[in-house]
């Protein structure tokens, strides 16, 4: 199994290697297929920031993308866009109107065994319900908890490329500056030759 959130939904995915998985390019084409992003679109991080190559990497052995580690994934078609993507979740589909009319109705019974056997039955009702909601909560706070993570390996990931750029500007701001503080002896080795 490879374990893939989705860092702009929050969303948590499960693949198996039985859909011909073999690498991150083959992920990306299951993803593309059934989630309609471009391979181009895609970018996957590891923990720590590491962005995933196409083709080198296998999944066997490296510690990443099982449930402890996902591979997060960004669809950069939503980075790209003015606004946020509007993100649906089953809590948003939830219906309590039902169920707050048969609790109404359920009050003004008038007192008999069919009553409580009626508010019972409501009662167990209600109760499943109720481990239903906490555990469409439950998901969306793993959910959430898993796109925390999957912003701080982005942070990682763009302050590994930070300090890259840190340092290659350094090395040529100091390659420029032996080079403008030698430009004299340059030219007079150069005017040398010439003789």
């Known amino acids: 199994m490879i374990y893939v959130c989705r860092i ?10 039985a859909d011909g998985i073999e690498n991150v390019g083959s992920l ?8 309609k992003i471009d391979k181009n679109k895609q970018i996957m991080l590891i923990s720590g920031g590491e962005v995933l190559d196409d083709y080198q990497r296998k999944f066997y052995g490296f510690g990443f993308g099982c449930e402890e580690s996902p591979i997060y994934l960004i669809d950069k ?9 509007v993100i649906q979740t089953q809590l948003d589909s939830l219906n309590f109107d039902d169920l707050k009319q048969e609790i109404n109705s359920a009050f003004l ?13 409501l009662t167990i009702k209600v109760n499943d319900f109720n481990k239903y909601l906490n555990q469409l909560c439950q998901s ?16 990682a990931n763009l302050d590994d490329y930070l300090s890259s750029f840190k340092k290659k ?3 040529v701001k100091d390659k420029f500056d032996f080079f403008f503080n030698n430009v004299n002896k340059y030219k007079s080795m150069m005017k040398n030759v010439n003789n």
Not at 111 to 118: A, D, M, V
């Open 8 to 17: 702009d939904t929050g969303n948590r995915h499960i693949f198996d290697f």
């Open 28 to 35: 990306a084409s299951v993803i593309e297929k059934q989630f």
């Open 77 to 85: 078609t939503n980075v790209e866009r003015r606004e946020p993507p």
């Open 109 to 121: 019974l008038k007192p008999s065994f069919q009553t409580l056997h009626t508010r019972s039955q």
């Open 140 to 155: 969306l706070y793993d959910e959430q908890y898993w796109q925390y993570q999957g912003y701080l390996a982005l942070i």
């Open 169 to 171: 500007e350094q090395t």
